[in-house]
């Protein structure tokens, strides 16, 4: 029994193996692992703002019941803030039981990309800003940045703001 | 919630089952030891609780419990079969409270997905070697009294009892290997009318095995080994012969007279062996045993256990049902609407339904604090045993009812404060009777429904708290600085809860860290209660704990800043009016403040603590709201009141943490999500 279920559990796996949503944030294309996606509200709906949090933290929405909050991924990535539209989409993620909404500016399509074209992002060393990036994936001629959603959600910085507070 | 769900079935049914026997056990023990003997039904239940617990970790192979509870079973099984007089009967209570907590432990483990691997063999040694010294003690006055009432009989230890025969000096013990004829078939149905055929004849009658009757595997067992049977009689040898060879099918018959030693050997080894064989199929009905004990027994009522996820999730289904039907009450489309009188009429029925309905899933959640309360008892046992003094504890209201998640942050307060109470509060016996007090000192624990909260009140009648002692160490530690003359006695009392406070000079093993009270207060005031301490110099110190019903649902006061609605708790409410620009003093630093009839308020403006943009920078536009709690008042300036509601509780996400000024959030009518203001942090932003 249990190994008819682990079986489907690993062919779950596999067939969210290799797949990304992609999306558009500023000018770039980032990709995250569609395994972390649980869904995409598209349009932006009422959002409860949130006293002393990062600017970045746009405050908390009401999902059919569960309150989660949103972070504006534009502002994550200390890009300048832009006006929500009609194509503004509101990414649910879900990580190690933690459920956070990104606010991107538009939600592309599913992809698969092949460990093989996933290449690693330059060395930190030589200054380069990659905080949030896991890996470069390419698809064709085009590229597409892959997001580490762990660090997305890092709240180191949020902690080094109370300790500054 | 996953995680727990998803843990074996079987192993969550163990967890479960044996922590309940556990907590009866404990009870039982603890509510006979006073009367200094255990009688019969008493010692029966010990030993099918141990014998259910030993054969349920056999079952799920946790060695280390299944043994203990082995060994105490056969402690209990030799009190029951052979009534041994010299017994202390306080050491066996202390051995089998032992074994109750090292079982606890281990499921503690379990319960927390660990390996129970503790090893519970000086448990087993320590029962094994007392169970010998009974042995021996009862061996020497049992010789004793037979010599002295021999003409009388033998004292009545019957496994199977029949009085029918008479006494004879001629009493003999046997013991008989039966073997059935090969393929006569039902032979434990044949060993049975052996058996009952003997009863007539003979007295205290054991056979291997035991258990022929319900266990259909014992046709196996008297085939390959034979069925033996023990018994003592007055028959002469050849008239047994003579009865066993009556009987169709049997093959042939061993039969020899026994030794005293021997028989009592074997007796219990026959009655072990009942224990051994019987378990797989015995056991359902034991546990039915028990249960149908349970129902008998005191006060206890018919309960089955539920998740508290599962709760955790009805409750927020009824949350989420509450505001859908504002949803649809005052939905702006029924504006364009002419006639709506039978709607209104037909949701204000729902409404009535849904507010029922709300008030049973609050009450599913209400947990007597008996449980709690029983706990304690062994605590002041033990305690008081370890430190010679005489304790007694007196529980007062422990049928109140408290929110389930509540009492999980209550139990570990109580304890400090008890172990406190005994420790340091109560006099040592002697001084108690110097002092002209009852030698047996009391600690009271009570708890009672006061409006919207409970209290617990730890209350002992021991020294007190000193006072200058406190003073002294207060100032020594940096935890004053106020004059003396400006501190009230609660005040003084109440430092006593701050971190870094310990009167206590030596660590003992039950209290004197110093770290104590802080705790207290802090696991008190996570779940938005109070703590107050009070005390008389030689009569006894009085701690209150002061705690909401339930966290989950509050009434609450919408309140508009700017653009955002929060929700003031309307406990924390003392009034609401608007203020006069002339009204407010403004100090050199730029605060404000209003004076109330001759009673001077700082103001905060809650459009700058939230930074909130847009909002009603006037005094006389908006309004003036006065919360308080114990530690003071404040005026709050808010744009306005939207109205009074309740609301459900919803923790904030982790993913934001804790906000200086926020409690918790939870979902308005219209669906959006709000914040609950967190009264006592704007009073006092030091705290918490």
């Given amino acids: 029994m249990s190994e008819i279920l682990d079986e489907a559990v690993l062919q779950e796996e596999d067939t969210q193996k290799g797949k990304f949503l992609t999306f558009l944030v500023g000018k770039e294309e980032y990709g995250i692992e569609i395994k972390y996606v649980t869904e995409i509200i598209g349009g932006i709906q009422a959002i409860t703002e949130i006293p002393d949090v990062p600017e970045y933290v746009k405050g908390i929405i009401n999902l059919r019941g569960k309150i989660i909050p949103v972070m504006d991924v534009?502002?994550?990535?200390?890009?300048?803030?832009?006006?929500?539209?009609?194509?503004?989409?509101?990414?649910?993620?879900?990580?190690?039981?933690?459920?956070?909404?990104?606010?991107?500016?538009?939600?592309?399509?599913?992809?698969?990309?092949?460990?093989?074209?996933?290449?690693?992002?330059?060395?930190?060393?030589?200054?380069?800003?990659?905080?949030?990036?896991?890996?470069?994936?390419?698809?064709?001629?085009?590229?597409?940045?892959?997001?580490?959603?762990?660090?997305?959600?890092?709240?180191?910085?949020?902690?080094?703001?109370d300790y500054i507070n | 919630m996953d995680k727990s769900l998803s843990k074996e079935p079987m192993l969550e049914m163990f967890i479960?089952?044996?922590?309940?026997?556990?907590?009866?056990?404990?009870?039982?023990?603890?509510?006979?030891?006073?009367?200094?003997?255990?009688?019969?039904?008493?010692?029966?239940?010990?030993?099918?609780?141990?014998?259910?617990?030993?054969?349920?970790?056999?079952?799920?192979?946790?060695?280390?419990?299944?043994?203990?509870a082995h060994a105490i079973e056969d402690l209990f099984f030799y009190i029951r079969e052979f009534h041994p007089d010299e017994m202390d009967y306080s050491k066996i209570c202390d051995i089998v409270l032992e074994g109750i907590d090292f079982i606890k432990n281990e499921i503690g483990k379990l319960e927390q997905d660990q390996e129970a691997d503790g090893d519970s063999s000086p448990f087993v040694e320590n029962i094994g070697q007392y169970l010998l010294q009974i042995k021996e003690a009862s061996r020497n006055s049992k010789l004793i009294n037979e010599a002295a009432a021999r003409p009388a009989g033998h004292r009545k230890k019957f496994y199977i009892s029949t009085s029918k025969s008479p006494p004879t000096e001629s009493i003999k013990r046997y013991h008989a290997l039966i073997y059935f004829t090969p393929g006569c078939e039902m032979e434990n149905i044949r060993a049975f009318n052996l058996v009952h055929k003997l009863k007539d004849q003979a007295e205290q009658i054991d056979y291997i095995p035991?258990?022929?009757i319900e266990n259909n595997d014992s046709v196996e067992f008297i085939r390959e080994n034979g069925f033996a049977v023990i018994f003592s009689t007055h028959l002469q040898q050849e008239a047994i012969n003579e009865l066993f060879m009556k009987e169709a099918f049997i093959d042939s018959l061993d039969l020899r007279v026994m030794e005293d030693e021997e028989w009592e050997i074997e007796q219990l080894r026959a009655r072990n062996q009942i224990v051994l064989e019987e378990e797989p199929s015995v056991r359902n009905n034991e546990v039915r045993e028990i249960g149908a004990n349970l129902h008998s027994g005191s006060t206890r009522q018919s309960l089955i256990s539920v998740n508290v996820d599962k709760l955790d999730r009805l409750m927020d289904m009824v949350g989420e049902l509450v505001i859908s039907e504002t949803m649809v009450a005052f939905n702006p489309d029924l504006r364009t609407a002419a006639k709506l009188d039978n709607f209104h009429k037909a949701t204000r029925q729902h409404r009535k339904i849904i507010n029922e309905l709300q008030d049973i899933v609050m009450s599913i959640r209400m947990v007597p604090l008996s449980m709690t309360f029983q706990k304690m008892n062994r605590l002041v046992r033990d305690m008081s045993k370890k430190l010679k003094k005489n304790v007694e504890l007196v529980i007062i209201g422990e049928e109140t009812e408290v929110d389930k998640n509540i009492i999980e942050h209550l139990s570990d307060p109580i304890m400090h404060l008890i172990r406190n109470a005994i420790d340091h509060g109560v006099e040592s016996p002697e001084k108690r009777a110097s002092l002209g007090k009852s030698p047996a000192a009391r600690v009271y624990l009570e708890a009672k429904n006061e409006g919207g909260d409970v209290y617990i009140i730890i209350r002992d009648d021991g020294a007190g708290l000193n006072k200058e002692k406190i003073l002294?160490?207060?100032?020594?530690?940096?935890?004053?600085?106020?004059?003396?003359?400006?501190?009230?006695?609660?005040?003084?009392?109440?430092?006593?809860?701050?971190?870094?406070?310990?009167?206590?000079?030596?660590?003992?093993?039950?209290?004197?860290?110093?770290?104590?009270?802080?705790?207290?207060?802090?696991?008190?005031?996570?779940?938005?209660?109070?703590?107050?301490?009070?005390?008389?110099?030689?009569?006894?110190?009085?701690?209150?704990?002061?705690i909401p019903l339930t966290l989950a649902i509050i009434n609450g006061m919408r309140v508009k800043v700017g653009n955002s609605i929060y929700i003031l708790p309307i406990t924390s409410i003392k009034e609401s009016f608007k203020a006069k620009p002339d009204n407010i003093i403004v100090d050199p630093d730029g605060n404000e403040m209003l004076m109330v009839r001759g009673e001077c308020y700082p103001v905060l403006r809650l459009h700058q603590k939230f930074q909130l943009k847009s909002a009603l920078k006037k005094i006389a536009e908006g309004i003036i709201v006065i919360v308080q709690n114990d530690s003071g008042s404040i005026c709050l300036f808010v744009d306005a009141l939207l109205g009074e509601q309740q609301v459900v509780v919803k923790a904030l996400p982790k993913f934001i943490g804790k906000i200086a000024g926020i409690s918790a959030c939870t979902l308005l009518g219209d669906g959006r999500a709000c914040l609950i203001i967190d009264v006592a942090n704007l009073i006092n932003p030091s705290k918490g």
């Fill in chain 2, 16 to 68: 479960f089952e044996n922590l309940q026997l556990l907590e009866q056990l404990e009870q039982t023990i603890l509510a006979h030891e006073k009367e200094r003997c255990l009688e019969n039904a008493v010692i029966n239940e010990i030993f099918r609780i141990m014998h259910t617990i030993k054969g349920a970790a056999a079952m799920m192979m946790y060695d280390g419990i299944s043994s203990l």
């Fill in chain 1, 74 to 161: 534009n502002l994550r990535f200390n890009k300048e803030a832009r006006d929500y539209n009609d194509r503004t989409c509101i990414i649910v993620i879900d990580i190690d039981e933690l459920s956070v909404g990104l606010i991107v500016d538009n939600v592309a399509e599913v992809i698969s990309i092949a460990d093989a074209d996933i290449v690693p992002p330059p060395d930190v060393r030589s200054g380069f800003h990659n905080r949030y990036i896991k890996g470069i994936g390419k698809i064709g001629s085009e590229v597409k940045l892959i997001l580490d959603c762990q660090r997305l959600l890092s709240t180191e910085e949020l902690e080094n703001l």
């Fill in chain 2, 472 to 546: 002294e160490r207060a100032r020594a530690r940096g935890l004053i600085q106020k004059p003396d003359s400006n501190l009230s006695d609660g005040e003084i009392y109440s430092t006593i809860l701050l971190p870094g406070f310990s009167t206590c000079e030596e660590i003992s093993e039950f209290s004197g860290r110093g770290v104590g009270m802080d705790v207290v207060l802090k696991n008190i005031e996570e779940v938005g209660g109070t703590v107050l301490v009070d005390s008389t110099p030689g009569q006894g110190t009085t701690i209150s704990l002061k």
């Fill in chain 2, 210 to 212: 035991a258990d022929i």
